[in-house]
Each structure stands twice: as C-alpha cells, then as structure tokens.
C-alpha cells in the first residue's frame, strides 16, 4: 500500500510512500456455534475467509490511502478518476491507527451481513517490523468523522467491496 500523512508536513511521512503491511484479525465466536462432534469446525468460517482476503486482496492491496481532506484528491478526481476505486480514504489523515479501526469495522461488517455468529475483537496491522498497531474495542468511539463529509453509513461499515465513499 501507498499513503501519505497530509498533518505531517516537514516530514518524511508527508511525501507519499509505501509500506508492506501485515494484517491479522482475531475473531471470537458469539456462543451460539456448538462444534458438531463430526466436523467441528466453526460457522461461516470459510465463508468469511474468502470475504475478507477477497476484500483485502482486490480492494485493499496497492491502494493508495489519503486523508479525505487531502488536497491529492483534487488532482486524481481531476486528473486519474479510474485511478479512485483504489483510493482507501480515511476521515483524516490515513495513519495506522486509523486503519485498524476501519478494518475492525469493515470485518464485522461482513460477519454481520453474512449472519456469521462471530466478531472481530481484535485487529493488528504490523505497518513496519517496529511499528505495529493493536485495535480492539468500539470503532464508532475511536473513529472520528468531524471532518469527514460523508454518507450516513461510510464504507468502513458497509458490508461490500468499497474503500471510499465517492
Ligand atoms: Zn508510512
């Protein structure tokens, strides 16, 4: 992935760059799925694998993420609108923090709209091999959208394949 941290400005971090990054979710099951004795394996759980990795994949992977107040959006919706379907765009600057929030979002999201009896209680997002970030707790409290002009439900919490809301 590509991003740029538009606040940082003076630093390395605002001049847009790339990192391999390593996501790990956890998923706890909500208690409802007693193991069959035959094949024991967890509801939805190849279900939601192909889901996720398909999202990850296809949406997620070479995108480049931009704060939605990020004045290179200009240019690309001016310029490279084909190139916007693989723009991730956060409500502020797209820092790891940000994303880990979002993907915690996005995971239950799917699990919901797939009627699979499990959350996501924990995402890691390893940005570089001494920087990782750990979310768990409630998206909606650590994501704020004061400045962030979109619809009601952003895509963060729509069960589809979208990174952005243009
Ligand atoms: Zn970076």
């Given amino acids: 992935m590509s991003h740029r941290l538009f606040n940082l400005k003076n630093s390395k971090c605002f001049v847009p760059h790339g990192h391999n990054e390593y ?6 099951s909500e208690g409802e799925d007693r193991l069959d004795g035959s094949w024991n394996m967890s509801n939805g759980f190849k279900a939601l694998k192909s889901t996720w990795h398909n ?7 070479h995108s ?4 939605n107040l990020d004045p290179l959006l200009d240019y690309f919706k001016e310029n490279e609108p084909e ?3 693989h723009t991730l765009i956060t409500p502020g600057d797209p820092t790891t923090e940000i994303l880990a929030a979002c ?3 996005k995971i239950n999201a799917f699990l919901e709209r797939d009627d699979i009896d499990m959350r996501c209680n924990r995402v ?3 940005e570089t091999p001494t920087n990782t970030v750990i979310f768990h707790g409630d998206p909606e409290k650590a994501i704020s959208v004061d400045h962030y002009d979109g619809p009601e439900i952003p895509w963060w919490k729509r069960a589809d394949m979208s990174i952005n809301d243009l």
């Fill in 23 to 28: 996501v790990k979710v956890y998923l706890a």
């Fill in 55 to 61: 999202w990850i994949d296809e949406a997620v992977d």
């Fill in 64 to 67: 480049m993420q931009l704060s």
């Fill in 83 to 85: 190139n916007l379907k």
């Fill in 103 to 105: 993907f915690y979002a």
């Fill in 124 to 126: 890691e997002i390893e």
